[in-house]
């Protein structure tokens, strides 16, 4: 049966789940300020927008937040992490963003993200193979990714990979980009994730 517990692809999506409740734990143990910020808990299950501080995400840093009871990253990219975008093209399945139901229409652009604020990437941290959380790498060539690795985001599970848009590499199982929610800034300082411009006309 499709849903059974013993299925080999069940288990690993329950795998993945664990992992992805991990991940929201260390972002909040990781950056305490975050806090103060988030709704209660019932609201989140019910999908209320989570606002977040971004002011002190130094460049180069994520931090995670939960929203809808999944994993959103949010990545504060440095000058030089934005240039790799444009030198990993023609190693991606889908480096224009061409499946819409990944992203919102503002983030289909190479920053995969709101224009003026293209430092920072906001993106659902669930692998679209079978829903694993993806690991930060943003080291240069580290051993274990090889030489051309200029960073991005790497899924443990089944070894897809993402650049740091989050557009996934040729030749992997995970078939599309992975997702970017809906947000918008209130200030320059507050990104609220599920937020829509009707939340700042
Ligand atoms: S869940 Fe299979 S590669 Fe990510």
């Not at 501080?53 to 460049?59: H, Q, Y």
């Not at 224009?96 to 190479?110: G, H, R």
């Not at 920072?120 to 079978?130: R, S, W």
Request: hydrophobic residues 35%.
């Amino acid at each position: 049966m499709a849903d059974s517990p013993s299925n080999p692809a069940r288990r690993r999506f329950l795998t993945g789940a664990a992992t992805a409740v991990g991940a929201v734990g260390v972002g909040f143990a990781a950056v305490p300020f975050l806090s103060s910020f988030q709704p209660s808990a019932k609201a989140q299950a019910a999908g209320a927008p989570v606002d977040v501080n971004i002011g002190k995400l130094a460049p180069g840093q994520m931090t995670t937040v939960a929203w809808r009871g999944k994993p959103v990253y949010l990545v504060h990219r440095t000058e030089r992490m934005l240039e790799t975008l444009t030198e990993v093209t023609d190693k991606l399945r889908d480096p224009d963003s061409s499946v819409s139901s990944q992203q919102p229409a503002f983030a289909t652009n190479l920053y995969r993200a709101r224009p003026s604020h293209e430092r920072f990437l906001v993106i659902v941290g669930l692998c679209t193979h079978l829903g694993c959380a993806p690991t930060y790498r943003p080291e240069v060539a580290p051993d274990d990714l090889g030489d051309e690795w200029k960073g991005g985001f790497f899924c443990p599970c089944h070894g897809s990979k993402f650049d740091l848009s989050g557009r996934v590499y040729k030749g992997v199982p995970a078939p599309t980009n992975l997702e970017v929610p809906q947000y918008v800034y209130v200030s320059e300082q507050i990104l609220r994730v599920g937020g829509t411009e009707e939340d700042v006309a």
